[in-house]
Each structure stands twice: as structure tokens, then as C-alpha cells.
């Protein structure tokens, strides 16, 4: 097409510094994102003239190389109307497709993840919106918010190839409904506050007595049948034979009973709510106090199935320790023994995937959950892109990074109740030692649990008249420098990814679905 014909020509690109790789055309407008002011990017439309731009997107207009642009903030009335004229920029669900949730409490790491699924290749299908409502609520953030600037990642990247959106650990109803307002497309439900997880450890007689009291119109069920059901059978999993017997039967149902009927609930909303919109479900029951036994697992799987509850992926409590921030703490072996059970599990009583929760860092399980689950597995990565934002402000101004790891000392002890971690303060850098190594503490075990954990205190602590302390200054610092925190980020997303991406590019078909 002559230059002239075109609707962004090169000096119209360079006069509005449009980031090469969002520029694309459709229906006579050109849509691209504009780095102008780099601590503010801003969505430029562009058209032979001003009418055929509309009235439908909010900013200034003016004309430039023969042009209409207009530029306008990247704010919900721009997001919501650039989705309507582009699909691309919708969720959308991803299936039983290996995939990688993506969690960014600051809404910029997206390019940064979107990045290293390039650099890896393969066919990880990407969850890029992904915020639980808690960390929403410690980062002052709303369904919505989340959603927007996973959209304005993808567009400014120029990604084309979907992306999931995940409303993650959803406990109550009013959680679902704010996040279908905003377009998510995965939601996983966490029952855990309704988890007894006292049934271990309790006698034969006790389990008995709290097993009469399950709720069992809820579970559409009665002892007698549940008992039915399980007993006097041996299930085989892929060549694992699976058996209950009555104190384990007891114990899966006390254990779970209550948290199932607590999912069925939530999903019955979610079908409720949804308007014929496309979505789909992973459970978490992760976030107990004891791992999932293989048996749990099977009566999870079976009694999801029998109250018609659809699911994509179920995230157990694997053995071991999966903290936040740091490496799988545990026995290796024991662990490639018992995700083999699980992964036998998902194939025999679904398909389904199995959801590595709290997945950040765990580098030394990847290549065992990868060969595994052989392509059926969703792992979940959440705080890893704060911590590695922390790291590109230690390379930018590490007196600021000195600062939040001073204040995180002090408010360790709180913040730390709702997490499991072992990091301690006497063991970490001491923050009122002069001249310590700042770019250590984002690899040192103790200082990053302690840099993770303390991320809603940092990000909403003001100061005595009401200004951020250090919020403003750190999105100003990584707005101004995207490349340096891309650059950080990917790098640490490649690894993570490239284990799953060497499996990946052997998948079986039906993987994709």
C-alpha cells in the first residue's frame, strides 16, 4: 500500500512515538498505544477523518500528518469500547490447554509475561488478569481494574493468541458477581474456611458422630448411599488401584463434606449469574493445614461430578511445602511419587488439570509436574512479578528499595498471619545495617518471604497527610523505565515456563480442547 494510503504512516508513528507492535487496523481506524508521556501511556485512534473516529472513545482529537488522532487515557470507558472493536482483547476461557496464571499486583507486568511465553514458544495458553479478592483488597484494586490493565498489557504488546482472566480464590457469591461484571472467564472457587481440617487427627467415634451431622441435603445425599457408593470397591487410576474403607471414607467426607457442598453452592450462583456468558471453574483446596490424600482426591472428583459441577482443574495440598516466594521445601522424591497419583487421578476421573497453587518459584518440581500431569496442568504464579518489580527499583533507585525493606521488616509480623511461610527476621538482613548488598535481598530466602508477604502494606501505607509513601514513587519509577522492568521480569517468567513449554510442544491433541 503507498505510504500515502496508509492510515499510520512512519513519521505519523514516530511524531506519536506508537509502540510498534500495538499498531493494527480494523474497520477504517487504526488503533495503536502511544508513549508520548512514558510515566502515562495513552490509546491513540486514528482515521482518514474525524467522524469516522465517533463519539464512542474519550479524549482529545486533533490532526497530525493529514491524519484524525485522537489520544486518549487508558482508562475502563477506553478499555470497555477498544474490546468491543477488537475480539482479541476479550478473555476468553482456555480449556483443558497447558496454561500459566499470571498474577501482577501492580498492572504492569504483563508485557514482561507476554515476553517470555514468546521467548519460550510452545502452547501455553496464558491467564493474564489473575488477582485474588484479597489481594485486591490489600492492593486497593477492583475486578475491573485488574482486568483493564492485564487488556491494556496485551494491546500494547500487539497479543493476538487469547488469554484467560482469573478470579481467583472466590469464597462468597458477592465475589463472583463483581467479577462477572467485568468480563472474567475462570473462576476458582476456594472453600477452604468451610474444610474441617481437625478430621485427621480425629478418633473413629468422633468421625462417626460429625459424619451424621454433614449437610446432607446440600450434598443431594445420605450416609447410607455416600457409603454405597465407595465401599467394597477398588478404583483403578491409570494403573493405581485407589480403595476406601470405612474411617477414610469418614474421614474424606468430614475432611470435605462441608466444602464441597460449599462449591456446589457457588457454582449454582456462577450459572445463575453468568447471562450465557462462556466461563469455566477451578476448585482450590489447596490452602489446607494437611495434604490431600489420594482418596480425597477421587471423592472430590466423583462428588463434584455427581452434583453436576464442571470443572476444568482442582488444585490438592500436594505433600510438602509450597510457600510463597521460595522453592518447593520437601522431599523431591516423595513429592514426584505423590503428584504421579494425582495426575493418574485427573486423567481417570476427568480429564482435567491439576493447578500448581502458590507455583511462584518452585523451579525444582517443574520438570516432575510437567512430565506428570503430560500437559494437563495450570500453573498459578501471583506474587514472583512484585517481587521481581522490586528487584528493577533496586537496579533504578536502590535507596527506595532500601526503604520499603525496612518498612516490610515492620510489618512482618502482622502481615505475615494469613500465609504460609517460615521466614524470619533474624535470620534476614538486618535493614538498620549501613551499606548491605540491596540487590541480595530479592535471592536471600528470608528477606524476599518478607518483601512478598508485605507487598498491601507497602502499596497502601500513606503518609501523615494523606500521600502514598510509596506507591506513587514506585509505579513512577517502573512507568518511566518499562524496559528495565520487562527485561527483569521476563527473564525470571522463562523460567518458570520453559519446563512446561518443552512439554508443550508435544502435546496430544486433545489438550487443546
Known sequence: MPEDEQLVSPPLRERLRL?????????????????????????????????????????????AEDRAVLLGPCAEG????????????????????????????????????????????????????????REMGRTGRTPQQVMDDAMWGVFGEGWRSG?????????????????????YTFYTFDPSAHVDNTADSASPQDLQDRFEALPWKQLADTPNDLVKRYLDSTLDCDGYPIAFDEVALRRAAVKYGRALAHVSALYQHLVQVSDNRSW?????????????????????????????VRWVSLAPRFVGAFEKGVDYIGDLAAFAKDFAVHAAIARSLGPYKLSL???????SI???????????????????????????????????????????????????????????????????????????LLDQFDARQILHV??????????????????????????????????????????????FAAMSHGQDSDTRQ
Open 78 to 133: 477506553n478499555a470497555t469500547t477498544l474490546r468491543q472493536r477488537l475480539p482479541w482483547l476479550r478473555a476468553q476461557p482456555l480449556g483443558l490447554s497447558l496454561s500459566a496464571g499470571f498474577g501482577d499486583r501492580l498492572g504492569l507486568a504483563t508485557p514482561g509475561h507476554l515476553r517470555a511465553l514468546r521467548q519460550v514458544g510452545g502452547s501455553i495458553a496464558p491467564i493474564l488478569a489473575q488477582q485474588s479478592i
Open 280 to 308: 469455566e471453574v477451578e476448585v482450590s483446596v489447596d490452602e489446607t493445614e494437611t495434604p490431600t490424600t489420594h482418596a480425597e482426591h477421587v471423592y472430590w472428583a466423583r462428588e463434584l461430578s455427581r452434583l453436576e
Open 163 to 183: 488469554f484467560g482472566a482469573d478470579a481467583d480464590h472466590l469464597k462468597t457469591t458477592d465475589d463472583i458477581d463483581q467479577c462477572v461484571t467485568a468480563g
Open 357 to 363: 497453587h502458590s507455583g511462584s518459584d518452585k523451579f
Open 454 to 499: 508485605t507487598f498491601g502494606s507497602v502499596l497502601t501505607a500513606r503518609t501523615a497527610q494523606g500521600a502514598f509513601l510509596f506507591r506513587d514513587r514506585i509505579m513512577a519509577l517502573l512507568r518511566s523505565n518499562p524496559e528495565v522492568y520487562a527485561e527483569i521480569l521476563t527473564s525470571h517468567s522463562v523460567r518458570h515456563l520453559r519446563p
Open 19 to 63: 509502540i510498534t507492535q500495538s499498531v493494527t487496523e480494523s474497520d477504517d481506524l487504526a488503533f495503536a498505544m502511544s508513549a508520548l508521556d512514558p510515566t502515562k501511556p495513552q490509546v491513540a485512534i486514528i482515521a482518514k477523518d474525524v467522524h469516522a473516529i465517533g463519539s464512542d472513545f474519550i479524549g482529545d482529537i486533533s490532526v
Open 366 to 440: 517443574y520438570d516432575i509436574c510437567a512430565e506428570e500431569a503430560r500437559g494437563r496442568v495450570h500453573l498459578k504464579t501471583a506474587g514472583t512479578s512484585y517481587l521481581e518489580a522490586l528487584r528493577a527499583i533496586g537496579v533504578l533507585e536502590p535507596s527506595l528499595l532500601r526503604e520499603i525493606y525496612a518498612f516490610a521488616c515492620d510489618h512482618y509480623a502482622v502481615d505475615r498471619a494469613s500465609y504460609h511461610v517460615s521466614a524470619r527476621l533474624d535470620r534476614a538482613q538486618d535493614p538498620a545495617q549501613p551499606g548491605y548488598d540491596v540487590a541480595a
